[in-house]
Nanobody
Framework: QVRLVESGGGSVQSGGSLRLSCTAS????????MGWFRQAPGKEREGVAA???????EYLNSVKGRFTVSRDNAKKILYLQMNDLKPEDTAMYYC?????????????????????WGQGIQVTVST
């Protein structure tokens, strides 16, 4: 069983930065994709960024140039560096993992019911 635990959320002013981390445990397999989703109150969950063990990445258009996804495969840790944060980035952020998807599929929300999920962590950006 795969377990995902997020850390690093919090509150920041507009224009500020935060780095989220997601530590994975359990059998992930040699090839997998890990990524971040977010859900704001009253809105649907959306894929934010994802990265494969081979380094392939994908981003939600609205975060391109501001967010950077990376991973340490040896330590099974996923990161999301978020710069120039905006109030519209306020949401609960969730870590996800899949053995079956490519990054663009994960961000697109494909087969999300088959993902492993973390418990979520709050990010709040104030004006």
């Amino acid at each position: 069983q795969v377990r995902l635990v997020e850390s690093g959320g919090g509150s920041v002013q507009s224009g500020g930065s935060l780095r989220l981390s997601c530590t994975a445990s359990g059998a992930m397999g040699r090839s997998n994709v890990m990524g971040w989703f977010r859900q704001a109150p009253g809105k649907e969950r959306e894929g934010v960024a994802a990265i494969h063990t081979d380094g392939d990445k994908e981003y939600l258009n609205s975060v391109k140039g501001r967010f950077t996804v990376s991973r340490d495969n040896a330590k099974k840790i996923l990161y999301l560096q978020m710069n120039d944060l905006k109030p519209e980035d306020t949401a609960m952020y969730y870590c996800a993992a899949s053995r079956f998807l490519r990054p663009w599929q994960m961000v697109d929300g494909a087969a999300s019911e088959s993902n492993y999920w973390g418990q979520g962590i709050q990010v709040t950006v104030s004006t």
